[in-house]
């Protein structure tokens, strides 16, 4: 089917009004007139999102921009609202538990964009492409404007997202944007944490300039995995895992299946609302292997710090710590691909 064809069989957002989408739980009907916000202004401060106090603010020679993951899960609301005050302190708290392993070694930049509700996450990419078509606009459209008024070409750049985030990371890359389009672009890539999703050689065939990292100081180039137990047929389970997708597992940088022990494992921090500049911190807190299209962790140290909290991801499937448990695995890494990036310019 050619690209033409498949714009064909997607609905237009007129064509999905009226009908409930929705897993497990649909939202009410859909209306365009109503359900789809104003798309932000990237001119406009209030558009971005902003660190919080205890960050660095000293200027560093490498940009983050950062793609937040899902944090919309109402009942009833198809796209976030990017001046709803509940959700951004939602997405400020993504900047802490997660992005926060780029403070002090690069300068991060966060849009707020038109994410989708959780509960069309499942259709993302099929049903509810049109409302999912509406955040990536957003996202080429911030880019562009990092691009021109922050970055300014003035330093390379890494893409950093997890679970929708990067799914619109990996997305928007097969198609040749945020830096993919062509090799002269790519050189200023760093790389691309593009964590809690799938990335498959069939993705790689529709973009050739893509590629997997292959070890730790490699640049240019995308890391993927999603976190799960050794449970039988947890991998099912994940919704995030697709069959035939590349793992690059933190405690080794490589995706062949050699096991890493706990020792490898440096540090998982667990960050608490109640104490957020003070993280729950637990040095070898697990051990990893790829697995078939998965990473899992055993030897856990803490278990406590994995509940299931979420009916989209049961208990063993641990997509809402995959930063948290290899967190200065993560930050190490970053300073790694930093350093060879720049040596080898």
Known sequence: MTSTQKDKDIPTLEELRGQELGIPVMLPPFNPDTDVPDAPDYADPDSWLTMPAYFSTDEQPVDVFWVYPTILSDNSTY????????????????????ASIFDGQANIYAPFYRQNNV???????????????????????AFAYFLEHFNKGERPIILAAHSQGSVRVVELSKTGELLTGDAESLKRLVAAYAIGYSITPSDLEQNPLMKISENATDTGCFITYNTISDEEGKEKEGPTIIPGTFVVNPLTWKTNTTFAPATANIEAAFFKH?????????????????????????????????PATSVTFPAGVYHMYDYAIFYENLRQNVGERIQAYLNRQ
């Open 79 to 98: 796209l976030m609202d990017i001046h709803d005050p509940v959700l951004r302190e939602k997405a400020h708290w993504t900047l802490v538990e997660q």
């Open 119 to 141: 509960k069309i996450n499942p259709l993302m990419l099929t049903r509810a492409n049109p409302i999912f078509r509406l955040g990536q606009e957003d996202l080429i459209r």
């Open 274 to 306: 109640e104490h957020p500049e003070r993280p729950d911190r637990h040095p070898n807190f697990a051990a990893a292997q790829v697995v078939n299209n998965a990473l899992v962790i055993t030897d856990i140290s803490n278990p406590e710090e994995l």
